[in-house]
């Protein structure tokens, strides 16, 4: 459920914060006071894209949150499975800011990446914008919403089928790289075994080329590395004026006062310490020094080894890992060439069992959709009744075809019949705009069960429609609300009366500026803002008792069944 939508600076919105409540949340306003502010603040929380010139005020960030409660159960240990810390309430605060033309969103103060939030909010709300009933046209998009209606059952069978159509995918190209004349294989074999060889020649030790490189490093610099342990080696020697000489007469004349003086011991103590760890590191530069010398020889072989190793990176990885890893792969590569005949029949055995699972796996998944498109038709028809399509017929067909892809081998598309006598033809062809917003929503509350999505937002679902058919919708609307918080925005007074909570948008003027503001109303307010959807302007009495007639309707049949 959402909880709360807050927006600051943004386009028209100053400052703005919404408190939902569960059913029906409904809001209404004049047209361009900016009602799709809230769908598009909503959408960019989400993660939409945001336009350049989105901010009201240019020199401070937008700033949107979205606050979700969830309830234990499967949903939550999803999004805890997606490291995305939950609050001990349940609650989720989705923060979106958008600045200097850049966004940030955080989930729970972790910040997320576009295709994670995308992947969380599938879990928490659908939104209906005011196009995506065309997306009813596209004959790719049927498949997906049978799928979903056929629920878990499905899913689960198409995750087996594209086990099965990958497998087979993966041997089909395995043999068809396998398609190569005689002469082709063999120069291809000279060259892995010239690259093998090479690699093998090398005699490669793991780590090498790291000590290579500290030792070649040192050679480099031990001219000047000796320069400077030749100048420490005067300052800490014991010969003149040294540090190790200066502390020897330091002990000696400490020495002479430690019978008479109390405490001297001690002092005495700590200075030998420091005279022996100047011997201890005056030893360890003369052994340091002496690891600094070395041959022509040594450094020429150095030299020539740590360019074989590189030339090796150059040619078959960035690490020694990588050129192993190149020598495995051209040596598995060079017995299938070898033995090309043997593994050429076993490629076909493969090839022809993988194409025997994934067809079984297809026959599998397509008799699921069948079942399931009968189904969804009977119940898109009763959805559609519900709609005052009084004569619908609306059949889901699944066509076999011969080609197999990632989701089976099934052509699915929608066919419709809105009046009585009428064959059913598909829905690109037959439904208007009005229509294919209404055939949406029936599909949405068909869909709603199965999706367990718990917030569903409509952006003007009622396009095109008024009088009985607007009050058929807003019934749906009311029904599909006793399962799942529903956010609205309409212009009708037979939906707005259903709201369980309204809201008013107004567009305001001050100091020079145009700003949207959102009010909860009670439900005097309610009233009053019915009238003005049923009569704009001249609102007069006889216009005020029809609308708390209309409120008190819409109440009834609230407190009862629909």
Same mark, same amino acid.
């Given at each position: 459920?959402?909880?709360?939508?807050?927006?600051?600076?943004?386009?028209?919105?100053?400052?703005?914060?919404?408190?939902?409540?569960?059913?029906?949340? +409904?809001?209404?306003?004049?047209?361009?006071?900016?009602?799709?502010?809230? !769908?598009?603040?909503?959408?960019?929380?989400?993660?939409?894209?945001?336009?350049?010139?989105?901010? %009201?005020?240019?020199?401070?960030?937008?700033?949107? @949150?979205?606050? &979700?409660?969830?309830?234990?159960?499967?949903?939550?240990?999803?999004?805890?499975?997606?490291?995305?810390?939950?609050?001990?309430?349940?609650?989720? =605060?989705?923060?979106?800011?958008? &600045?200097?033309?850049?966004?940030?969103?955080?989930?729970?103060?972790? #910040?997320?990446?576009?295709?994670?939030? %995308? @992947?969380?909010?599938?879990?928490?709300?659908?939104?209906?914008?005011?196009?995506?009933?065309?997306?009813?046209?596209?004959?790719?998009?049927?498949? /997906?919403?049978?799928?979903? &209606?056929?629920?878990?059952?499905?899913?689960?069978?198409?995750?087996?089928?594209?086990?099965?159509?990958?497998?087979?995918?993966?041997? #089909?190209?395995?043999?068809?790289?396998?398609?190569?004349?005689?002469?082709?294989?063999?120069?291809?074999?000279?060259?892995? @075994?010239?690259?093998?060889?090479?690699?093998?020649?090398?005699?490669?030790?793991?780590?090498?080329?790291?000590?290579?490189?500290? %030792? &070649?490093?040192?050679?480099?610099?031990?001219?000047? =590395?000796?320069?400077?342990?030749?100048? /420490?080696?005067?300052?800490?020697?014991?010969?003149?004026?040294?540090?190790?000489?200066?502390?020897?007469?330091?002990?000696?004349?400490?020495?002479?006062?430690?019978?008479?003086?109390?405490?001297?011991?001690?002092?005495?103590?700590?200075?030998?310490? =420091?005279?022996?760890?100047?011997?201890?590191?005056?030893?360890?530069?003369?052994?340091?020094?002496?690891?600094?010398?070395?041959?022509?020889?040594?450094?020429?072989?150095?030299?020539?080894?740590?360019?074989?190793?590189?030339?090796?990176?150059?040619?078959?990885?960035?690490?020694?890992?990588?050129?192993?890893?190149?020598?495995?792969?051209?040596?598995?590569?060079?017995? !299938?060439?070898?033995?090309?005949? @043997?593994?050429?029949?076993?490629?076909?055995? %493969?090839?022809?069992?993988?194409?025997?699972?994934?067809?079984?796996?297809?026959?599998?998944?397509?008799?699921?959709?069948?079942?399931?498109?009968?189904?969804?038709?009977?119940?898109?028809?009763?959805?559609?009744?519900?709609?005052?399509?009084?004569?619908?017929?609306?059949?889901?067909?699944?066509?076999?075809?011969?080609?197999?892809?990632?989701?089976?081998?099934?052509?699915?598309?929608?066919?419709?019949?809105?009046?009585?006598?009428?064959? /059913?033809?598909?829905?690109?062809? +037959?439904?208007?705009?009005?229509?294919?917003?209404?055939?949406?929503?029936?599909?949405?509350?068909?869909?709603?069960?199965?999706?367990?999505?718990?917030?569903? !937002?409509?952006?003007?679902?009622?396009?095109?429609?008024?009088?009985?058919?607007?009050?058929?919708?807003?019934?749906?609307?009311?029904?599909?609300?006793?399962?799942?918080?529903?956010?609205?925005?309409?212009?009708?007074?037979? !939906?707005?009366?259903?709201?369980?909570?309204?809201?008013?948008?107004?567009?305001?003027?001050?100091?020079?500026?145009?700003?949207?503001?959102?009010?909860?109303?009670?439900?005097?307010?309610?009233?009053?803002?019915?009238?003005?959807?049923?009569?704009?302007?001249?609102?007069?009495?006889? +216009? =005020?008792?029809?609308?708390?007639?209309?409120?008190?309707?819409?109440?009834?049949?609230?407190?009862?069944?629909?």
């Amino acid at each position: 459920m959402l909880l709360s939508l807050s927006v600051k600076n943004l386009a028209l919105i100053e400052n703005a914060e919404v408190s939902f409540g569960k059913g029906l949340n +409904v809001f209404t306003g004049e047209t361009g006071a900016g009602k799709s502010l809230v !769908i598009g603040s909503v959408n960019l929380a989400l993660g939409g894209r945001a336009k350049t010139d989105i901010l %009201r005020d240019e020199s401070i960030p937008a700033e949107i @949150e979205l606050v &979700f409660s969830l309830d234990e159960g499967e949903k939550l240990q999803r999004i805890r499975e997606m490291d995305i810390p939950v609050e001990e309430d349940g609650n989720i =605060i989705i923060r979106r800011r958008i &600045f200097g033309g850049r966004t940030t969103a955080k989930v729970n103060g972790r #910040t997320l990446t576009g295709s994670e939030l %995308r @992947e969380l909010c599938s879990l928490l709300i659908d939104v209906h914008a005011q196009s995506e009933h065309q997306s009813l046209l596209h004959e790719k998009q049927h498949l /997906v919403f049978l799928d979903r &209606f056929a629920g878990e059952e499905a899913e689960k069978a198409l995750t087996g089928y594209r086990e099965k159509y990958y497998s087979w995918k993966k041997v #089909t190209e395995d043999l068809e790289s396998m398609d190569r004349d005689e002469n082709v294989r063999k120069r291809e074999a000279d060259l892995l @075994e010239f690259e093998i060889n090479e690699i093998i020649g090398a005699g490669l030790k793991p780590g090498e080329d790291a000590g290579l490189e500290d %030792r &070649f490093h040192l050679m480099n610099n031990s001219r000047k =590395i000796a320069e400077v342990l030749a100048e /420490v080696s005067c300052l800490t020697s014991g010969e003149n004026d040294g540090a190790a000489a200066l502390v020897a007469r330091a002990l000696r004349s400490i020495s002479s006062v430690i019978e008479v003086g109390s405490g001297v011991s001690d002092l005495y103590g700590e200075l030998s310490s =420091i005279d022996s760890l100047l011997s201890d590191f005056q030893r360890d530069m003369e052994k340091y020094s002496g690891s600094l010398e070395f041959s022509p020889e040594e450094y020429s072989e150095v030299t020539e080894r740590l360019d074989l190793i590189n030339d090796l990176k150059k040619k078959y990885g960035q690490n020694l890992e990588d050129i192993g890893d190149a020598l495995k792969e051209r040596q598995d590569r060079l017995e !299938i060439l070898t033995n090309y005949d @043997e593994h050429l029949n076993m490629l076909k055995e %493969r090839s022809e069992t993988a194409y025997k699972e994934m067809t079984e796996a297809a026959f599998l998944l397509t008799d699921i959709r069948k079942k399931a498109a009968i189904t969804m038709g009977k119940a898109m028809e009763q959805g559609l009744r519900d709609l005052n399509f009084d004569e619908a017929l609306f059949e889901v067909r699944v066509d076999e075809t011969d080609a197999f892809g990632p989701d089976g081998r099934d052509r699915v598309y929608f066919l419709i019949s809105t009046n009585l006598g009428e064959n /059913v033809k598909p829905l690109k062809d +037959v439904a208007s705009g009005g229509e294919l917003s209404r055939i949406m929503l029936s599909l949405k509350t068909v869909l709603a069960d199965m999706d367990d999505i718990g917030t569903m !937002i409509f952006d003007e679902i009622d396009t095109g429609i008024s009088g009985r058919t607007a009050q058929k919708v807003s019934e749906s609307l009311l029904k599909l609300s006793r399962g799942h918080q529903l956010i609205i925005i309409t212009h009708l007074p037979q !939906i707005a009366a259903m709201a369980d909570e309204h809201f008013s948008i107004e567009k305001r003027h001050s100091e020079g500026r145009t700003r949207t503001e959102i009010t909860a109303l009670n439900r005097d307010e309610m009233i009053k803002e019915l009238a003005r959807l049923l009569s704009g302007e001249s609102i007069t009495d006889t +216009v =005020i008792k029809n609308a708390g007639e209309m409120k008190d309707l819409a109440d009834k049949k609230k407190g009862g069944r629909l």
